[in-house]
């Protein structure tokens, strides 16, 4: 007989903390990108991204939404709160070498990390900083595959 397990629903993220998640996020992007083509990719003002970036105000959802249409990271950690991360349905080929190149300089990262024959904490959240979007790039190179392959995602 299989065991099962109730558990509580996990309470939502207090308004603040999506704040505060929205804002690291947007400013991430931002500077990736520049504070411009977030404003026109969200349809929106340069002050209202100003505002989520200083935490003044909270946009609205498809606001927040679309600025994965700016990068697929653009909510990494607002959508972390809630425990969910978003991998585009389709990859743009574009990316791939973009992808190798990140890969690359995750290899040479931890090469220098593992100079000295250990790999302390500070260093190994230093990786996980280069290897959690690389994870999203993969998974999206498997999706891809399921779909070639007919199976679901």
Known sequence: MTQRTKSARKAAPRKADVSAALALDWQTVSFQHGKGEL???IDA???TVNRAITGETLPEGHKML???LVDPTALKNT???YGFRVVPIQSEAANDLNTLADLSGLVTAFIKVLEDGRRDHVETL???LLIAPLIAKLSTIVDEARGIQGLAA
């Open 39 to 41: 404003a026109d990719t």
């Open 79 to 81: 959508l972390a709160l």
């Open 66 to 68: 679309a600025s994965l």
């Open 126 to 128: 230093d990786l996980a």
């Open 45 to 47: 003002d340069p002050k």
